[in-house]
């Protein structure tokens, strides 16, 4: 059974930066890991994922200011943001899926989530 929990949550004024951490149990090199995350009121949505060989993809909101990384040896996955913004405001979740990342990812296991506040 995998388990993962964020640390890292935090308030932060608009331009700052946060580094997210996802501790995962167990081996995690043949997972997709994504960050995921929802405010208030909206639904969730993905912030960027990454596969076993760390091939990323980023929603368009998240490109150029955050970058996800994986260390499969620590079992830990990362989400730096930069460039913070109030519209970044949101619980922030991680997830791990299915090997593939690209077709049909199913995103099986999910942790508890982390409070990002920007104002």
């Known amino acids: 059974h995998v388990q993962l929990v964020e640390s890292g949550g935090d308030s932060v004024q608009a331009g700052g930066a946060l580094r997210l951490s996802c501790a995962v149990s167990g081996h995690i090199h043949s997972y997709c890991l994504a960050w995921f995350r929802q405010a208030p009121g909206k639904e969730r949505e993905e912030v960027a994922r990454i596969d076993s060989y760390s091939k990323t993809s980023y929603a368009d909101s998240a490109k150029g200011r955050f970058i996800v990384s994986r260390d499969n040896a620590k079992n830990t996955l990362t989400l730096q943001m930069n460039s913070l913004e109030p519209e970044d405001s949101a619980m922030y979740f991680c997830?791990?899926?299915?090997?593939?990342?690209?077709?049909?990812?199913?995103?099986?296991?999910w942790g508890q989530g982390t409070q990002v506040t920007v104002s």
């Open positions: 997830a791990a899926g299915t090997v593939n990342c690209w077709i049909g990812a199913n995103f099986a296991y």
